[in-house]
C-alpha cells in the first residue's frame, strides 16, 4: 500500500494540488516533510532506541522517534503519531525545537521535544523499527561515540538546556 505526502515549496508552503508518493522520485523544486521527537522524562533522562537490524543503520540508537508526515497532517500531528506509533508515548504538547531543510533529499525537518511522566517500563516499540530502548542521563547521551547514534546532532538541543 502506498504511503502519500504533501508536497512543499522551498520555504515550506503546502503546494496544493501535488501529491508526493513515498518511494517514488520528488519533483525539483518540491520536499516532504519528516518530524522528529526527542523524549525527556520528568526526572531528566532521555528515551534512546534501538534500530531493529533489518533497518538501514541496524542496531544503531536513536535519540528521536519520527518519520515522514502523510497528507493532511501539520508537523505537530506528524510528530504526535510517529511518537506513538514508535514508543506507544502520548503528548498532550510537543515544544518545538527546530526547522531545517536539506535540499539534497527534498526535505523538511521539523524537530520536537516532548517532557513525559510516564512509567519508563511502559514504552511501547513498534515491530519492524527499534528493539531495545533505554532512559539514559544527559551526560550519558552527550558522551555517546557519533558512531553509536543514528541523529548526533540531537547533542545540540540537550547542550542548550
Known amino acids: 500500500m502506498s504511503e502519500f ?3 512543499y515549496d ?3 508552503n503546502l503546494v496544493e494540488g501535488v501529491v508526493l508518493v513515498r518511494d517514488e522520485p520528488i519533483p525539483a523544486g518540491m520536499y516532504h516533510l519528516i518530524c522528529e521527537v526527542l523524549v525527556r522524562h520528568t526526572d531528566g533522562t532521555y528515551l534512546i532506541m534501538q534500530r531493529d537490524a533489518r ?3 541496524g542496531g544503531y540508537w ?3 522517534a519520527g518519520g515522514s508526515a502523510l497528507r493532511g497532517e501539520t508537523p505537530e500531528q506528524c510528530a504526535m503519531r510517529e511518537l506513538r506509533e514508535e ?3 502520548t503528548a498532550d504538547a510537543l515544544q518545538e525545537l527546530k526547522r531545517s531543510t ?3 533529499i527534498s526535505c523538511h525537518y521539523v524537530e520536537y521535544l516532548c517532557i513525559t511522566g ?4 511502559k514504552v511501547t516499540l513498534q515491530e519492524g523499527e527499534t528493539s531495545d530502548y533505554r532512559w539514559i542521563t544527559a551526560e550519558e547521551l552527550l558522551n555517546m561515540e557519533d558512531d553509536q547514534l543514528i541523529h548526533p546532532h540531537v547533542k545540540q538541543y540537550i547542550k542548550g538546556e
Open 87 to 89: 514508543t506507544g508515548v
Open 118 to 121: 510516564m512509567e519508563k517500563d
Open 62 to 64: 536513536e535519540a528521536t
Open 55 to 57: 533497518k538501514n543503520y
Open 10 to 12: 522551498a520555504e515550506m
Open 102 to 104: 536539506i535540499p539534497q
Open 5 to 7: 505526502w504533501d508536497a
